[in-house]
């Protein structure tokens, strides 16, 4: 809902069976075997400016002779480009900009590295080129009113093809844009208010591009192709009821789509559609997320990604037998990186991000022929130890209406007993279609290391866990998925480690407007509460958020008017009388999607009634802080806040179970 793309899985319509099960992962169930575990070594030693100081590794492209990779990262303090060599080596920077720039695609002839930048986190992007040599930076576009974003280039680089939307409008459309004549060419266009396109993909011919439609609602889509030379335009998989098409990549011979879709059995799987025929063969039949990645430059396999239960690993398929194998990287979220394709141009080298519990997200290149896997950043920096650091426990237990398992991931600190006595975070996660993973959370690590537990609950809604799953909360919001939430509560309180008059709530975006739900229907369960760019009053939201949003939060709740009472129920701020833990929110001056009006709404009404509140606006942030030096102050008021409102509790004893 919060997200402006839809960036998640889609489906299936015809399949021929070439199932592979995926084996369900170890979790735990029974409160009593979570356990604080004892290790002299670890040091409470992680302070906030310590780990917002780890870099953030994002977005890549390899080089057109493979020698080098450009990334985005923020070790400057802002998210810019920066360069490094494919064989290791020290990052030379590339843009020098206080804005953020993301999703670079270098040029096939060498010359440019596209990319997009907007301003303050207003998410009004331009499309940006700058020379790897030169550092000369180009704007294409231009357009203070117009959003323009995620480039990708014609095979012969004279085209970039990318998505486009007005301001003001609820749809993205795709564009072509010449580089040679400076012209604009509209792919798609007069798309209805409440569908969006997405990815468009080249041919290796350049005569086509292929993309993603998708509804607002966030339950149907299809593939189309654009045959470019004789303005055509094909659907490719037509289809009854709501069901989810993406396309992922195409053949070098053209003859075949890699798609993900959950039109098989409801859950995401990876498939290959036949272009001329629009038939469509699964590669797997599994009930996780699976989803596609890229063919190798020969066309002879190709990369699939599975998500099992929060976990990420890589498939490589051969196609003339039918087989995969999992790539033999680290555990954790492994996610295959650059654009356009994750492979070298010679189809020797992988590119992929692999972070984790303890290890922020680093780029690293896998080697075909030897299988072996070289880091090429490094996002740790010193003073920051993996030991310190704390792996979670994947954990199931039932909802309360009893419909659902859910499955959450806590994280108990080192070296304290089982007295009862300690502080607990329940942590939510935005979306609500996302989902919390096995990957690196800065502030999670830092509470833990200071004696919070935490638990971070897949509540329904999440992706990961099927189509029926992330159905569940449909005109529901606030709802069901609350009251997961809820029994996350429960169940870390019946480990025997946690002091019910202790617990936390606290999340961004969806997961702060959770927090508001959580504080007003709720109120007796929290002592404090941690809503990070928040909404709190649907109308407001829908009122001020960015148009794409509103067609998505109407698809998804119903007509305002109709459903008025629904509104009303599920509006936070109509029961702000209710909250009885003190609060700290957090909003973006810049925000499109939950604008600081939602916030000060929340702080307007709590001081009126001599309420607890504290609010923060970064005026130069958008919906989530990009800034640096804004991430460890926005974080280093919670920690002060949190330890003043719920301490952790003072253990100077041992370990005692």
């Known amino acids: 809902m919060r997200a402006l793309c839809i960036t998640a899985s889609f489906a299936l ?51 057109p002779d493979g020698k080098t990779v450009a990334f985005v990262s923020n070790l400057s303090g802002r998210l810019n480009l920066w360069l490094v060599a494919s064989d290791g080596g020290w990052p030379t920077q590339l843009t020098v900009s206080d804005q953020r720039q993301v999703n670079p695609a270098w040029s096939p002839d060498g010359r440019w590295i596209a990319y997009d930048s907007d301003n303050n986190g207003d998410e009004i992007s331009d499309i940006f080129l700058v020379s790897p040599k030169t550092g000369q930076v180009v704007n294409l576009t231009h357009t203070s009113e117009i959003a323009e974003e995620a480039p990708t280039w014609s095979p012969d680089g004279r085209y970039l093809a990318y998505i486009v939307k007005p301001k003001t409008s609820s749809t993205f459309e795709i564009d072509v844009y010449d580089t040679v004549m400076r012209s604009v060419k509209h792919i798609t266009s007069g798309t209805p208010k409440d569908r969006s396109n997405f990815d468009p993909i080249w ?26 030379e004789n303005d055509s335009t094909t659907l490719l ?72 239960d929060g976990n990420v690993d890589l498939y490589v398929y051969d196609l003339a037998t039918s087989k995969a194998r999992v790539l ?23 590119l992929y991000n692999h972070a984790g519990p303890t290890s922020p997200g680093d ?58 006595e300690h502080p607990a975070i329940v942590y939510v996660h935005g979306g609500p279609a996302a989902q919390t993973m096995n990957s690196f959370n800065r502030f999670i690590q830092f509470a833990v290391n200071q004696g919070y537990f935490v638990i971070a609950p897949n509540y329904r809604g999440s992706t990961g866990y099927g189509k029926e799953f992330q159905d569940a909360n449909l005109f529901d919001m606030g709802g069901g998925d609350l009251q997961d939430v809820l029994a ?55 009122q001020n958020e960015d148009p794409v949003l509103q067609q998505s939060d109407l698809a998804t709740m119903g007509d305002t008017v109709t459903n008025k009472a629904r509104y009303e129920d599920r509006s936070p701020i109509n029961f702000i009388d209710k909250v ?47 800034r640096v030096e804004n991430q460890i102050d926005a974080f280093k008021r919670i920690a002060d ?17």
């Open 237 to 308: 998989t037509p289809h009854e009821g709501e069901k989810l098409y993406s396309a992922d990549d195409v053949s070098p011979d053209g003859k075949q789509l890699l798609i993900t879709s959950n039109a098989g059995n409801g859950y995401d799987n990876a498939g290959l559609l036949d272009i001329a025929t629009k038939k469509i063969r699964s590669l797997t039949e599994d009930k996780w997320e699976v989803s596609g990645a890229s063919f190798s430059p020969d066309g002879r396999s190709l990369i699939y990604r599975a998500n099992v």
């Open 328 to 350: 033999p990287v680290a555990k954790g979220i492994n996610q295959p990186a650059g654009r356009k394709s994750p492979f070298s141009s010679d189809g020797m080298r992988f």
């Open 641 to 657: 806040f949190l330890k003043a409102r719920v301490p952790p509790a003072d253990c100077s004893c041992t370990l005692n179970e």
């Open 580 to 626: 009885k833990a003190p609060l700290y929110l957090l909003a973006g001056g810049h925000d499109p999607r939950c604008p600081k009006s939602e916030a000060q709404q929340v702080a307007d009404a709590i001081k009126k009634r001599g309420g607890v509140v504290e609010l923060k606006v970064y005026e130069d942030e958008g919906h989530g802080f990009s």
């Open 363 to 420: 780029l690293w290149v896998y080697s075909v022929g030897d299988s072996k896997s070289q880091q090429l950043t490094h996002a740790l920096v010193g003073g920051v130890r993996a030991e310190d650091m704390v792996e979670p426990a994947l954990v199931h237990f039932p909802s309360k209406d009893g419909k659902w398992t859910i499955s959450a991931f806590v994280y108990a600190p080192y070296n304290l007993p089982r007295t009862g």
């Open 488 to 542: 996350a509560a429960d169940w870390i309180k019946q480990t025997g480690y946690v002091d019910p008059k202790k617990l936390i709530l606290m999340g961004g975006s969806y997961g702060g407007y959770l927090t508001m739900m959580g504080v007003t229907k709720a109120p007796d369960v929290w002592a404090a509460g941690v809503p990070i760019v928040p909404f709190v009053n649907w109308f407001t939201e829908i």
């Open 13 to 63: 319509t015809a399949f021929v069976a070439t199932a592979q099960t995926l084996p369900a992962p170890q979790a735990i169930t029974d409160p009593k075997q979570i356990v604080s575990k004892p290790d002299a070594r670890v040091e409470k030693n992680l302070t906030i400016e310590k780990l917002y100081m780890t870099r953030q590794v994002a977005g890549a492209t390899w080089s």
């Open 203 to 228: 041919s290796a011919d350049g005569k086509r591009i292929f993309y993603t439609q998708g509804t607002a609602k966030g339950t149907d889509s299809n593939i189309f192709l654009s045959d470019l």
